[in-house]
């Protein structure tokens, strides 16, 4: 099975998105929700600033922006994913937040120019089928000066990284029942994927203006880039 269109990647995600975070946790033995704290703090938010989360999924990170924000602020949410999206917007009903969902491709983002203050994708631009395109929208619709923030799983470099993406191709073809086919489209993804270097030059090319290295873990498998526009 090939996972080469949007609507097949948002069905995959679909289909697990009550369990995501969970299952997110257990395969990064817990590092999935620290790896996200640090990424929300790069994005270093202030009240009144406009944010977008770009495959935002069950909006763990968009609502702890939110609340950063604060009520001047405005926070975007976008994800190709219904099912996702929906468990989003369930877990943020009654939340005294500031947050819109929006169905949206990555690759063709539905704002204009210069639209937010913070701009950040973690573990989403992957999943793109044309992720070069994704990189140059994400900074289209950065304000001169704002920031952008990627994490994501990359191609590692390092001896300890090539053993840590063993063990995670291991642990994704062992997946049991409705995991199996998102698992394996985590192998796929990173298969066709790039490194942590190349992700900071494509931001230069694409007009940001200071990029920083950022962060990485297990030996450069799970890395963080942060740049201004």
Not at 43 to 64: E, F, M, N, W
Not at 74 to 79: E, I, N, P, Y
Not at 125 to 153: S, Y
Request: glycine share 10%; net charge positive; aromatic share 8%.
């Amino acid at each position: 099975m090939r996972f080469s269109q949007e609507p097949e990647r948002a069905a995959i995600f679909d289909a697990i998105a009550p369990g995501y975070d969970h299952s997110s946790w257990l395969l990064s033995c817990g590092g999935f929700a620290a790896w996200h704290r640090v990424a929300a703090m790069a994005l270093d938010v202030h009240p009144q600033d406009r944010i977008l989360d770009v495959g935002c999924g069950t909006g763990s990170i968009t609502r702890r922006l939110a609340r950063q924000a604060g009520a001047a602020g405005s926070v975007v949410g976008l994800d190709s994913s219904p099912g996702m999206l929906a468990v989003a917007r369930r877990r943020s009903t009654g939340l005294p937040l500031s947050v819109q969902w929006v169905q949206g491709d990555g690759q063709r983002l539905p704002f204009p120019a210069e639209s937010f203050d913070k701009v950040t994708a973690q573990f989403s631009l992957r999943n793109m089928e044309d992720w070069h395109r994704g990189i140059r929208e994400l900074v289209r619709v950065t304000r001169p000066g704002g920031t952008i923030v990627l994490l994501d799983v990359v191609v590692p470099v390092t001896p300890y990284g090539r053993l840590a993406r063993w063990g995670l191709d291991t642990a994704t073809r062992l997946a049991p029942g409705r995991l199996h086919a998102p698992y394996r489209w985590l192998r796929q993804s990173l298969a066709r994927f790039t490194t942590r270097q190349e992700l900071a030059s494509l931001l230069e090319a694409a007009g940001a203006r200071r990029v920083d290295p950022g962060r990485e873990w297990l030996g450069g498998l799970v890395a963080l880039i942060r740049a201004v526009r």
